[in-house]
Every structure is written in structure tokens, then in C-alpha cells.
């Protein structure tokens, strides 16, 4: 069955530590990945996005994702974390080039410790 | 600012209540979404409308009514609810159906 794991429910670091957010799938084929974040109170907002070409996407907030095919993972790091950066992550997989088919995964909480 | 709008925040309802949840998009998107967040649950998706016709529907019981007068507003109509369909209650929009999705803030759903 397709689906999407992320194995952490919460993590907490230090501010300007470094992160890492795990995330795997469950698919025969190259999926569309993205992450998502949710601040407290606020909506999903995109963080980034992967459809094909180079493996290292970059996004906003100075995140950035790897999607490595041989371990079917799309892990989101940060080099050094803020305190604004606390909230809730969301991956995602779409099946499909459309919004219809994105399957998300149930989130993994970030701590952030002064 | 995700341009994204949801009215009320916060809905507390009876399980005879009838209310609606309204949603409201300022970006000239043609796509919307429902979507339901249950604590440490998947976010599912309910609904899907495309140019103000449903695309998609995610065999939503039908206590679960939506409407999409046009492809500013999309309303999420609700009778006879159940206490487990409280949850957070997501609307997002895209230019299309393959283009990023921006999310409003979510109405927060408690049936008593």
C-alpha cells in the first residue's frame, strides 16, 4: 500500500543546533514529495518541493531536502535552528501530478530549547 | 498573509446542530480543497472542486455537505455530526489542480 512515514512524532533540539525531520514512502515509482510546516493556529505553509533533476531542493526558511531513491526517504534539514522555527512538519507524496493524489504523513513536532 | 480565509475559528456544536463552515480565497485560484486534521492522524482530504465543480470525494459520509458557489468560496455544510468528527477543519486553494496548495488557518470543530 502507498503511504508515507515519518517515524519521529517530536524532537526537540537546541536553538542553533542542527535538524534533521525524517520522512519515507511506500511507492513503486519516483513520487512528488514536498514538506509542509504548521505554525500553531496557522494553516499548512510549502517549506519545498521535489518533482525531478537535482536531488538537493532547497526551500524557504532556509530549509532544504534530500530525496534519496535506494532508501525511499525525504528528509528535511536545517543547519542551525531558531526559536521561530517550532512547530509542526508535514511530508507529503503525490502519485500523481495532482493535488487530488498527495498523501501526507501524520507530522513530527519541533521543540525548540533556548 | 496566505490569502486564504476561514470563518468561524472556532465552531462548538450539538449533534442536532446544523452550521457551516466557510471558506474564502483572494488569489484567483480556480482549485479548492477540504481537508480534515485529526490529532496524530494523516491530514485527508474530503473534497476537491475544480472551476466550482466537484472532483473529488473522498467517501465522505453524508453528514458532510460542501458547496462551491464560485471559485472565491467554498462552504463546508454540517448536520447530525458525530463527537469524532471533531477536528481541525483546513480549506486550501490552488491555481490548479497540479500547482502548490496554500492553506487558510483552519476552523476548529468540537461536537458535543
Known amino acids: 500500500a502507498q503511504s508515507v512515514t515519518q517515524p519521529d512524532i517530536h524532537i526537540t533540539v537546541s536553538e542553533g543546533a542542527s535538524l534533521e525531520l525524517r520522512c519515507n514512502y511506500s511507492?513503486?515509482?519516483?513520487?512528488?514529495l514536498f514538506w509542509y510546516v504548521q505554525s500553531p493556529g496557522q494553516g499548512l505553509q510549502l517549506l519545498l518541493k521535489?518533482?525531478?533533476?537535482?536531488?538537493l531542493v532547497q526551500g524557504i526558511k532556509g530549509f532544504e531536502a534530500e530525496f534519496k531513491r535506494s532508501q525511499s526517504s525525504f528528509n528535511l534539514r536545517k543547519p542551525s535552528v531558531h526559536w521561530s522555527d517550532a512547530a509542526e512538519y508535514f511530508c507529503?507524496?503525490?502519485?500523481?501530478?495532482?493535488?487530488?493524489?498527495?498523501?501526507f504523513g501524520a507530522g513530527t513536532r519541533l521543540t525548540v530549547k533556548p | 498573509e496566505t490569502g486564504v480565509t476561514q470563518t468561524p475559528r472556532h465552531l462548538v456544536m450539538g449533534m442536532t446542530n446544523k452550521k457551516s463552515l466557510k471558506c474564502e480565497q483572494h488569489?484567483?485560484?480556480?482549485?479548492m480543497y477540504w481537508y480534515k486534521q485529526s490529532a496524530k492522524k494523516p491530514l485527508e482530504l474530503m473534497f476537491v472542486y475544480n472551476f466550482k465543480e466537484q472532483t473529488e470525494n473522498n467517501s465522505v459520509p453524508s453528514r458532510f455537505s460542501p458547496e462551491c458557489p464560485n471559485s472565491s468560496h467554498l462552504f463546508l455544510h454540517l448536520h447530525t455530526l458525530q463527537p469524532e468528527d471533531s477536528a481541525l477543519y483546513l480549506c486550501a486553494s490552488s491555481r490548479d489542480r497540479t500547482d502548490t496548495q496554500y492553506f487558510g488557518p483552519g476552523t476548529r470543530l468540537t461536537v458535543l
Open positions: 511507492y513503486g515509482a519516483t513520487p512528488y
Open positions: 488569489l484567483g485560484h480556480n482549485a
Open positions: 521535489y518533482f525531478s533533476g537535482d536531488t
Open positions: 507529503a507524496v503525490a502519485y500523481s501530478y495532482n493535488n487530488n493524489d498527495m498523501r
